[in-house]
């Protein structure tokens, strides 16, 4: 008996990571994402398990017939929606009937996305009833155009990101995601600009080049880009640099370069729809 008490406290007190350290749980309606992603860890994983034969079969987006017709029910906590695939203007209609079978039953709801404006416009008016329940975070990890281009080419422009949440915040929780990363130079700057919102969460990106595809020069001229600019010595330096924002989170892949330095993670108070983080997440929903 002492064993396990032992062991179940370990177990609780275990750093959450991934999408667990937004939400308790996660929902996705369709398999695919057509913003496609150069880091993506689902399509990495999709191609690693042979369920697509090419990285660009990954922006064919599939609607998951069970979760077509899926009924649910109140949970405990937060459900993130969606961490494998984002919500498109070819998929908002399906998007928002699933969201309102979600939240009907009172869930909380974390809205995870690369922003389009006429799908934020949309589910603002379509959601109303549920606003109080749900909490907008908005993926932007760098602002110079040919940046966002080449490491998603599929998803909108810095501006239309932005005036997204700014149409967003006055509706409802706004949040934002730094992760991952793209630009390092500029991410001072970007969770100074969105602390004036709420909460700001930074991370790397992931096995680099496990998930991103280096055929080309530039490829691999901007996979070193990335590299170079998440060692631990410019982690390290951005850390210093913001650690007078009190709405900064940062992300396990951070918090384990600041362990590696001896330094505590500042501002990481890992509370649910305060301060959930996007879309570098591993699991998928639990049934």
Same mark, same amino acid.
């Given at each position: 008996m002492y064993w396990r008490r032992m062991r179940t406290m370990t177990v609780e007190k275990r750093e959450k990571t991934g999408t667990r350290e937004w939400s308790e749980h996660s929902a996705?309606? %369709?398999?695919? &994402?057509?913003?496609g992603c150069r880091y993506c860890y689902a399509r990495a994983d999709a191609l690693r398990f042979k369920k697509i034969l090419r990285p660009e079969d990954w922006r064919t987006m599939k609607i998951r017939p *069970?979760? #077509?017709? /899926?009924? %649910?029910? /109140? !949970?405990?906590?937060?459900?993130? %929606?969606?961490?494998?695939?984002?919500?498109?203007p070819e998929?908002?209609?399906? &998007?928002?009937?699933?969201? *309102? /079978?979600?939240?009907?039953?009172?869930?909380r709801v974390l809205i995870v996305t690369k922003a389009h404006l006429?799908?934020?416009e949309h589910l603002c008016k379509a959601l109303e009833p549920w606003r109080e329940q749900i909490e907008w975070r908005f993926t932007i990890g760098a602002i110079r155009t040919a940046t966002l281009k080449y490491w998603e080419p599929g998803a909108p422009g810095f501006s239309e990101r932005w005036c $997204?949440?700014?149409? $967003? #915040?006055t509706w409802a929780r706004v949040s934002f995601s730094i992760e991952p990363?793209?630009?390092?130079?500029a991410v001072v700057h970007l969770a100074e600009r969105f602390a004036d919102f709420g909460t700001v969460w930074i991370g790397k990106m992931n096995q680099v080049r496990r998930r991103v595809a280096i055929v080309t020069d530039e490829d691999e001229r901007r996979v070193r880009a990335i590299e170079e600019g998440q060692t631990d010595e410019m982690i390290m330096e951005l850390v210093r640099a913001l650690k007078d924002v009190p709405q900064v989170r940062w992300k396990d892949s951070? /918090?384990?370069?600041?362990? !590696?330095h001896g330094k505590a993670s500042h501002g990481n108070d890992q509370t649910h729809h305060g301060g959930h983080e996007g879309h570098e997440g591993r699991r998928d929903d639990e049934r």
């Open positions: 996705n309606l %369709f398999t695919g &994402c057509s913003h *069970k979760e #077509q017709s /899926r009924v %649910f029910k /109140r !949970r405990k906590g937060v459900t993130m %929606f969606p961490t494998t695939h984002d919500i498109t998929t908002l209609d399906a &998007c928002t009937e699933y969201l *309102k /079978r979600l939240l009907a039953p009172g869930n006429v799908c934020v $997204a949440a700014v149409l $967003a #915040q990363i793209l630009d390092i130079g951070i /918090r384990a370069v600041m362990a !590696r």
